[in-house]
Protein backbone atom coordinates (compact mmCIF):
# COMPACT_ATOMS: atom_id res chain seq x y z
CA UNK A 1 0.00 0.00 0.00
CA UNK A 2 1.57 3.41 -0.74
CA UNK A 3 0.39 7.01 0.54
CA UNK A 4 1.33 10.50 -0.15
CA UNK A 5 3.01 11.63 2.98
CA UNK A 6 2.62 15.10 3.28
CA UNK A 7 5.03 17.72 5.59
CA UNK A 8 2.25 20.24 6.56
CA UNK A 9 -0.07 18.48 8.79
CA UNK A 10 -0.15 21.91 10.80
CA UNK A 11 -2.80 22.43 13.48
CA UNK A 12 -4.88 24.94 12.80
CA UNK A 13 -4.00 28.01 12.79
CA UNK A 14 -4.57 31.31 11.01
CA UNK A 15 -1.57 32.23 9.31
CA UNK A 16 -1.04 28.44 7.67
CA UNK A 17 -1.82 28.99 4.22
CA UNK A 18 -1.54 24.84 3.62
CA UNK A 19 -4.09 24.14 6.17
CA UNK A 20 -6.89 23.67 4.39
CA UNK A 21 -9.66 23.32 6.93
CA UNK A 22 -8.95 26.65 7.82
CA UNK A 23 -9.60 27.96 4.24
CA UNK A 24 -12.79 26.06 4.26
CA UNK A 25 -13.85 27.71 7.44
CA UNK A 26 -12.69 31.21 6.17
CA UNK A 27 -14.62 30.59 2.71
CA UNK A 28 -17.97 29.65 4.17
CA UNK A 29 -17.78 32.72 7.46
CA UNK A 30 -17.06 35.00 3.95
CA UNK A 31 -20.05 33.53 2.16
CA UNK A 32 -22.36 34.15 5.56
CA UNK A 33 -21.20 37.45 6.34
CA UNK A 34 -21.76 38.25 2.32
CA UNK A 35 -25.41 37.05 2.43
CA UNK A 36 -25.88 38.76 6.24
CA UNK A 37 -25.24 42.16 4.75
CA UNK A 38 -27.09 41.82 1.63
CA UNK A 39 -30.21 40.64 3.88
CA UNK A 40 -29.64 43.94 5.41
CA UNK A 41 -29.31 45.97 2.43
CA UNK A 42 -32.49 44.34 1.41
CA UNK A 43 -34.57 44.96 4.26
CA UNK A 44 -33.49 48.46 4.51
CA UNK A 45 -34.39 49.04 1.48
CA UNK A 46 -38.11 47.94 2.43
CA UNK A 47 -38.07 44.59 1.15
CA UNK A 48 -39.46 41.96 2.91
CA UNK A 49 -37.83 38.29 3.83
CA UNK A 50 -39.74 36.69 0.97
CA UNK A 51 -37.77 38.59 -1.70
CA UNK A 52 -34.45 38.16 -0.23
CA UNK A 53 -35.22 34.93 -0.31
CA UNK A 54 -36.30 34.54 -3.93
CA UNK A 55 -34.16 36.81 -5.29
CA UNK A 56 -30.60 35.80 -3.34
CA UNK A 57 -30.88 32.86 -1.90
CA UNK A 58 -32.62 30.66 -3.74
CA UNK A 59 -30.43 31.07 -6.24
CA UNK A 60 -26.99 29.36 -4.16
CA UNK A 61 -29.41 27.15 -1.96
CA UNK A 62 -30.29 23.50 -3.29
CA UNK A 63 -33.95 23.51 -4.19
CA UNK A 64 -36.45 20.54 -3.66
CA UNK A 65 -37.37 20.69 -7.01
CA UNK A 66 -35.51 19.63 -10.35
CA UNK A 67 -36.98 21.81 -12.58
CA UNK A 68 -35.86 24.41 -10.41
CA UNK A 69 -32.20 22.93 -9.98
CA UNK A 70 -32.10 22.54 -13.64
CA UNK A 71 -32.41 26.59 -13.89
CA UNK A 72 -29.63 26.90 -10.73
CA UNK A 73 -27.18 23.89 -11.09
CA UNK A 74 -24.30 25.20 -9.45
CA UNK A 75 -26.36 25.47 -6.46
CA UNK A 76 -25.37 21.58 -6.30
CA UNK A 77 -21.86 22.99 -4.83
CA UNK A 78 -23.02 26.35 -3.70
CA UNK A 79 -25.58 24.86 -1.19
CA UNK A 80 -22.31 23.35 0.69
CA UNK A 81 -20.92 27.30 2.01
CA UNK A 82 -24.58 28.92 2.54
CA UNK A 83 -25.86 28.94 6.03
CA UNK A 84 -28.85 31.00 6.19
CA UNK A 85 -28.81 31.48 9.90
CA UNK A 86 -25.97 32.13 12.92
CA UNK A 87 -26.57 29.07 15.15
CA UNK A 88 -26.68 27.21 11.71
CA UNK A 89 -23.49 28.39 10.51
CA UNK A 90 -21.63 28.42 14.29
CA UNK A 91 -22.53 24.88 15.00
CA UNK A 92 -21.39 23.42 11.74
CA UNK A 93 -17.72 25.23 11.80
CA UNK A 94 -17.05 24.35 15.04
CA UNK A 95 -17.26 20.89 14.42
CA UNK A 96 -15.79 21.58 11.34
CA UNK A 97 -12.91 22.67 12.93
CA UNK A 98 -12.66 19.79 14.80
CA UNK A 99 -13.34 16.77 13.11
CA UNK A 100 -11.25 18.27 9.54
CA UNK A 101 -8.82 19.02 11.59
CA UNK A 102 -8.62 15.65 13.14
CA UNK A 103 -8.66 14.21 9.68
CA UNK A 104 -6.14 16.43 8.47
CA UNK A 105 -3.73 15.59 10.79
CA UNK A 106 -3.54 11.86 10.57
CA UNK A 107 -4.52 11.72 6.51
CA UNK A 108 -3.04 15.38 5.08
CA UNK A 109 -4.41 18.09 3.73
CA UNK A 110 -5.05 16.58 0.44
CA UNK A 111 -7.88 14.83 1.73
CA UNK A 112 -10.14 17.77 3.10
CA UNK A 113 -11.41 19.30 0.21
CA UNK A 114 -12.49 16.36 -2.69
CA UNK A 115 -14.16 14.44 0.56
CA UNK A 116 -15.88 18.01 1.24
CA UNK A 117 -16.71 18.90 -2.35
CA UNK A 118 -17.47 14.96 -2.91
CA UNK A 119 -19.40 14.57 0.38
CA UNK A 120 -21.36 17.61 -0.49
CA UNK A 121 -22.88 16.38 -4.15
CA UNK A 122 -23.96 13.16 -2.63
CA UNK A 123 -25.41 14.57 0.32
CA UNK A 124 -27.30 17.13 -2.34
CA UNK A 125 -28.48 14.04 -4.65
CA UNK A 126 -29.93 12.14 -1.21
CA UNK A 127 -31.70 14.93 -0.59
CA UNK A 128 -33.09 15.10 -3.94
CA UNK A 129 -34.19 11.55 -3.90
CA UNK A 130 -35.35 11.84 -0.48
CA UNK A 131 -37.45 14.73 -1.64
CA UNK A 132 -38.74 12.99 -5.00
CA UNK A 133 -39.25 9.14 -3.25
CA UNK A 134 -40.16 10.05 0.23
CA UNK A 135 -44.22 10.56 0.37
CA UNK A 136 -44.60 13.76 3.16
CA UNK A 137 -41.49 14.83 1.57
CA UNK A 138 -42.73 15.29 -2.24
CA UNK A 139 -45.70 17.17 -0.83
CA UNK A 140 -42.75 20.21 -0.09
CA UNK A 141 -41.48 19.94 -3.01
CA UNK A 142 -42.41 23.28 -4.65
CA UNK A 143 -41.01 25.65 -1.93
CA UNK A 144 -38.64 23.71 0.06
CA UNK A 145 -34.65 24.02 0.06
CA UNK A 146 -31.31 23.15 1.72
CA UNK A 147 -28.50 24.29 2.45
CA UNK A 148 -25.49 24.27 4.78
CA UNK A 149 -22.33 22.28 5.41
CA UNK A 150 -23.82 19.55 7.01
CA UNK A 151 -23.62 16.66 4.98
CA UNK A 152 -19.72 17.58 4.75
CA UNK A 153 -19.26 18.11 8.04
CA UNK A 154 -20.81 14.67 8.74
CA UNK A 155 -18.40 13.45 5.81
CA UNK A 156 -15.14 14.52 7.74
CA UNK A 157 -16.68 12.98 11.05
CA UNK A 158 -17.03 8.97 9.76
CA UNK A 159 -13.89 10.15 7.94
CA UNK A 160 -11.85 10.95 10.82
CA UNK A 161 -13.11 8.16 12.97
CA UNK A 162 -12.57 5.63 10.42
CA UNK A 163 -8.58 6.34 10.06
CA UNK A 164 -8.26 7.01 14.04
CA UNK A 165 -11.34 5.29 15.64
CA UNK A 166 -9.33 4.90 19.45
CA UNK A 167 -7.60 8.29 18.87
CA UNK A 168 -7.91 10.14 21.54
CA UNK A 169 -8.05 14.31 21.72
CA UNK A 170 -6.54 14.33 25.63
CA UNK A 171 -4.39 12.10 26.78
CA UNK A 172 -6.01 11.84 30.20
CA UNK A 173 -9.34 11.78 28.68
CA UNK A 174 -10.10 7.61 28.45
CA UNK A 175 -12.57 8.15 25.76
CA UNK A 176 -11.89 7.09 22.27
CA UNK A 177 -12.57 9.31 19.16
CA UNK A 178 -15.34 6.89 17.67
CA UNK A 179 -17.17 8.12 21.05
CA UNK A 180 -17.29 11.58 20.07
CA UNK A 181 -18.78 10.92 17.13
CA UNK A 182 -21.50 8.81 18.17
CA UNK A 183 -22.48 11.81 20.37
CA UNK A 184 -22.21 14.33 17.09
CA UNK A 185 -24.36 12.15 15.34
CA UNK A 186 -27.14 11.68 17.70
CA UNK A 187 -26.79 15.05 18.42
CA UNK A 188 -26.41 16.18 14.47
CA UNK A 189 -29.93 13.54 13.54
CA UNK A 190 -31.56 14.58 17.02
CA UNK A 191 -31.90 18.34 16.52
CA UNK A 192 -33.10 17.73 12.72
CA UNK A 193 -35.62 15.81 13.97
CA UNK A 194 -36.86 17.75 16.44
CA UNK A 195 -37.07 20.48 13.95
CA UNK A 196 -39.86 19.60 11.92
CA UNK A 197 -38.69 21.87 9.24
CA UNK A 198 -35.42 20.13 8.72
CA UNK A 199 -36.20 16.09 8.57
CA UNK A 200 -35.63 16.48 5.38
CA UNK A 201 -32.39 16.75 6.04
CA UNK A 202 -31.59 13.47 7.33
CA UNK A 203 -30.91 11.95 3.93
CA UNK A 204 -28.33 14.25 2.96
CA UNK A 205 -26.87 13.37 6.37
CA UNK A 206 -26.73 9.46 5.68
CA UNK A 207 -25.24 10.50 1.92
CA UNK A 208 -22.70 12.74 3.59
CA UNK A 209 -21.45 10.40 6.30
CA UNK A 210 -21.58 6.93 3.67
CA UNK A 211 -19.45 9.18 1.15
CA UNK A 212 -16.53 9.56 4.44
CA UNK A 213 -16.86 6.01 5.48
CA UNK A 214 -16.73 4.35 1.78
CA UNK A 215 -13.81 7.44 1.24
CA UNK A 216 -11.60 6.44 4.04
CA UNK A 217 -11.86 3.48 3.75
CA UNK A 218 -10.49 3.31 -0.25
CA UNK A 219 -7.81 6.13 1.13
CA UNK A 220 -6.81 2.99 3.84
CA UNK A 221 -6.61 0.41 1.13
CA UNK A 222 -4.61 2.21 -1.07
CA UNK A 223 -7.20 4.16 -3.51
CA UNK A 224 -6.88 7.88 -3.00
CA UNK A 225 -10.68 8.59 -4.51
CA UNK A 226 -9.21 12.64 -4.46
CA UNK A 227 -6.32 12.00 -6.33
CA UNK A 228 -7.49 13.28 -9.80
CA UNK A 229 -9.03 16.43 -8.16
CA UNK A 230 -5.98 16.90 -6.54
CA UNK A 231 -3.70 16.71 -9.38
CA UNK A 232 -6.37 19.24 -11.84
CA UNK A 233 -6.23 21.71 -8.64
CA UNK A 234 -2.34 21.75 -8.26
CA UNK A 235 -2.14 22.30 -11.95
CA UNK A 236 -4.84 25.71 -11.81
CA UNK A 237 -3.54 26.75 -8.41
CA UNK A 238 0.26 26.56 -9.85
CA UNK A 239 0.26 27.50 -13.04
CA UNK A 240 2.26 30.47 -12.30
CA UNK A 241 4.22 29.08 -9.06
CA UNK A 242 7.39 26.93 -8.87
CA UNK A 243 6.96 23.22 -8.85
CA UNK A 244 6.24 21.97 -5.59
CA UNK A 245 7.68 18.01 -4.44
CA UNK A 246 5.69 15.24 -2.80
CA UNK A 247 7.60 12.78 -0.62
CA UNK A 248 6.61 9.03 -1.33
CA UNK A 249 6.58 6.86 1.46
CA UNK A 250 5.22 2.76 0.57
Avoid at 116 to 131: E, T
Avoid at 210 to 239: C, E, P, V
Amino acid sequence: MMHIEEKDNAPLSMGEEKNMVMQLLLLNITVFILLFFTEVLYRLEGNTLARYYDNVLLHVALPANITTLLHNPWSLITTMFVHNNFWMIVSNMIWLACFGTMLQHHAGRQRILPLYLLSGIVGAIFYLLGMQLIPSFRELQSFAFTCGAAPSVMALAIGATVVAPRYRLLPNLPIPFWIITVVFILVNIITHVVNSNDLTMVPALIGGGLTGFIYMQQWKKGNDLGAGFNRFSHKITHLFHPKTHLHIVK
